[in-house]
């Protein structure tokens, strides 16, 4: 991962909430909100919570006592976590780097983690980290994404924008998203970690968008792409952005578009 994969700053934020969010990350926050809430924490740590998609889908499911730590190390996506969340005197929110949690030992029963473990420089540390804060037989929910052959609207945007800048392609969705996807080497760095229990099911949906422009704009403008566009073509990501549209128009259609997405959920015990 290079340092710009980290950057969700300026405009990020907002468009990755308001348009990425919907278009693929609310199912799986669904099913794993419900995968935490079924064991009835009174206490749970979210890592790398992003703009809250998560916690919008767990929060209701928990008990009115129970105690919900929101996490993440980007300050203004968590900005955006806690304005979409309105008040709930159960959360505490807080920013904090998965390597290294500003935790007790053993202070929860659940940690869970939405796409997050991908930008993990040190993914074993960062287990470790979970493992650590977790009581014992505490449960570790996360997921990450298949590979690009797997999810049709980041695998064609990454081979578009390969086309304009044949030179230095974006490698962003390829790198990091999706970059972490074989379940042998999640598992056997969980195991590394330490813990003692680990499950993994693959779960694969339908992404859609309302037109080929808005998937355009979701990836091109509303993840780190943008920043590798724009380091290429300072004053090209509108032009960059219409042409990857036009691509995905040729591939899927005009008007509402359809495209698979594939993701691993990790169940991980202490």
Known sequence: MVESDKHFTGAIPDLYDRLL??????????DLAARAAGLKPQSLLEIAAGTGSLTRATAPLLDENARIVVSDLNQPMLDVAMIKQGRDDRIAWQQADALALPFDAQAFDVVTCQFGVMFFPDKVQAYREALRVL???GHYFF???????????????TETLADIFPNDPPRFMARTPHGYSDTEIIR?????????SIA????????K???????AVTYCQGTPLRNE??????????????????????????????????????????
């Open 21 to 30: 969010v919907p278009l693929i990350f609310r199912e799986y926050a669904s």
């Open 209 to 215: 968008a309302t037109s080929a422009e808005q998937a």
């Open 229 to 270: 566009i724009e380091e290429r073509n300072p004053s090209g990501l509108e032009a960059t952005t219409w042409k990857v549209a036009e691509i995905l128009r040729k591939r899927f259609g005009t008007g509402v578009i359809e495209g698979r997405i594939t993701a691993h959920v990790v169940t991980a015990i202490s």
């Open 143 to 157: 997921n990450v994404w298949d590979g690009l052959a797997t999810n049709d609207f980041a695998r064609v945007i």
């Open 200 to 207: 993994i099911e693959t779960l694969e949906r339908e992404s």
């Open 188 to 196: 056997a760095q969980l195991d590394e970690a330490g813990f003692r």
């Open 135 to 137: 009581k014992t037989g």
